[in-house]
Structure formats: C-alpha cells, structure tokens
C-alpha cells in the first residue's frame, strides 16, 4: 500500500488531508490582478507540493463542471495546475467528482456541507469545523479504502461501491 493524500483544491482554502493524519488548510486572500492571481496559484501550488509525499497516491475533487461564475476560469487553472505538479513529482492522481465525493461520505451525490461534517463525525468520531479539512479527509478515505487500508472507515457497500466508477491508478487496487 502507498500513502494517501486527499486534496480539496480551492483559491481561498485548499484541504489538504496527509497521511501522518494531518488535516490543514492553505489560504489566500481574494485578489484582483494578474500578478496577485497568479502568486496565489503558484502559494497554493508550491505549499502542496512540498506537503504531499512523493510517491503517494493524491486523491483530488475534479472539477465542479455545473459551476459557471467568474471565478470558474481561475479554478481551473489552479486545478491543472496542482495536478500537473504532483505529476512531475511522481504522484499517482484519481479524480473525483463533487457527486462521487458526496455518495462515497454521506450515500448521497447530493448531500451538503454539513452532511459532511456530520457522516465524519458519526463515523469517526471526529469533529472537524472546516469544510475544506472534511472534503479532504473524505477523498484520502476513498484512497485508504481501495487499498484495504487499515485506517480506512468501515462504510456500507451503497457508499464504497462508487469508487469502482472511478479511475483509479495502475496497481491501486481494491
């Protein structure tokens, strides 16, 4: 088994959950230039990189493709941006949707925020206040749990039975 990130890319809270059990998150502030855009994605890009292992294996949310407002365009970019980096670094990378994130957590692709925090809570005993830490935390659960790690949450077969749509990397296997 390789060591599992779950990441929740965002321009103002990136989640970042590691493998030690670490839970953190990397803020920026709102920017309006070029050049400040720009600083914020490399901030986040730069910060991940140096925190994810080498060799892990980083469960990423893909992108929110309903999502259409300013911001979408920069997001993407950020989004492309990490995956790229932890690329070069000899990551291995699965992607998964906002939908499969929330049925795998809760049972429900629809579920909200604080079903989140709650299905976590419930599960693990674990009171975790932001939404970022949560989504993270869940995505290195879908990591942990495909790989039959130990640590990984015991969850019924309605909610594990969505990372068979995911694509998985090479040899990581369930």
């Known amino acids: 088994m390789i060591p599992v990130v ?3 890319p965002s321009l103002r809270a990136t989640g970042l959950a590691l493998p030690d059990g670490e839970l953190l998150t990397i803020t920026t502030p709102s920017c309006s230039t070029l050049d400040d ?5 490399r901030h986040v890009v730069g910060k991940v ?8 294996l980083v469960v990423i949310e893909g992108p929110a ?9 920069e997001l993407a970019g950020l ?4 995956v790229v980096r932890l690329a070069e670094q000899g990551n291995q990378i699965a992607v998964m949707s906002p939908g499969q994130l929330k049925k795998f957590a809760t049972g429900n692709g629809n579920a909200k925020k604080p079903d989140m925090r709650m299905a976590l809570y419930q599960r693990a005993g674990l ?3 932001s939404d970022d830490e949560v989504d993270a935390l869940w ?4 990591g942990l749990v495909r790989q039959g790690h130990p640590d990984a949450l015991s969850l019924p077969k309605t909610q594990t039975a969505v990372l068979d749509s995911i694509a998985w990397p090479e040899g990581i296997e369930s």
Do not use: C, P, Y
């Open 49 to 56: 990189g140096v925190r994810a292992h080498i060799g892990a």
């Open 79 to 82: 989004w492309w941006s990490l």
């Open 127 to 129: 009171d975790i206040r």
């Open 37 to 41: 855009k720009i600083e914020r994605v």
């Open 65 to 73: 493709f309903g999502m259409n407002n300013k911001a979408t365009h």
């Open 139 to 142: 995505l290195r659960q879908a």
């Open 6 to 8: 779950g990441l929740d």
